[in-house]
């Protein structure tokens, strides 16, 4: 059960757009369309951004939006706001074992 | 609104045990299957176990594994977390997640983390 692979930081200007990678392996990330994003505001609980690789949960910005390529996922922020500031973690669901992978967490920074 | 509320943390002693308790609300309990994550302070996420339906079936993560046990109340819409051989490095704050998505029959419909509660913070220490 090793963890996901994140940047540790990633930043970027209001309005600009950046890009959080998220690397498994072919047992996890690559197998399955069970990959998710989430936020983490400081000091509160984490929100899901994205689900199932690129679907997203309503009341959740279309500036979020989701993809993979072989073993890597990818979170994109467009237009980037202030209020984006937060950690972002990747997860990866495991059926053939049943467990649930996340990554170390990117933190965003809006410069 | 879908509501998740843990209690139960607190400080123990190395190889001490607590139970945690998740109670939910607005939405039918036992539609769901339901998880633990936990986060160590100044570190990242780590997911820690989950529970199917009726409660028939449970995973958990080689680190809690033997030492941790969920269990869930459907009738009382309740989540719980026994914790023994408490360790100095299973100090964190646990949440409890409802989960969006399900396995049957030998496949997965999704499965992600759709709503949190606040979490509960376990101190182990001497």
């Known amino acids: 059960q090793s963890a996901l692979t994140q940047p540790a930081s990633v930043s970027g200007s209001p309005g600009q757009s950046i890009t959080i990678s998220c690397t498994g392996s072919?047992?996890?990330?690559?197998?399955?369309?069970?990959v998710s994003w989430y936020q983490q505001l400081p000091g509160k609980a984490p929100k899901v951004m994205i689900y199932?690789?690129?679907k997203r949960p309503s009341g959740v910005s279309d500036r979020f939006s989701g993809s993979k390529s072989d073993n890597t996922a990818f979170l994109t922020i467009s237009g980037l706001q202030a209020e984006d500031e937060a950690d972002y973690y990747c997860s990866s669901y495991v059926s053939t074992n049943s467990f649930v992978l996340f990554g170390g967490g990117t933190k965003v920074a809006v410069l | 609104q879908v509501q998740l509320v843990e209690s139960g943390g607190g400080l123990v002693e190395p190889g001490g045990s607590l139970r945690l308790s998740c109670a939910a609300s607005g939405f039918r309990f036992s539609d769901y299957y339901v998880s633990w994550m936990r986060q160590a302070p100044g570190k990242g996420l780590e997911w820690v176990s989950y529970i199917t339906w009726t409660g028939s079936t449970t995973h958990y993560a080689d680190s809690v594994k033997g030492r941790f046990t969920i269990s869930r109340d459907n009738a009382k819409n309740s989540l719980f977390l026994q914790m023994n051989s408490l360790r100095v490095e299973d100090t964190a704050v646990y949440f409890c997640?409802?989960?969006?998505?399900?396995?049957?029959?030998?496949?997965?419909?999704?499965?992600?983390?759709?709503?949190w509660g606040q979490g509960a913070l376990v101190t182990v220490s001497s």
């Open positions: 997640a409802r989960v969006g998505g399900y396995c049957s029959g030998g496949s997965c419909y999704g499965f992600y983390l759709d709503s």
């Open positions: 072919s047992s996890d990330v690559g197998a399955y369309e069970f």
């Open positions: 199932d690789v690129r």
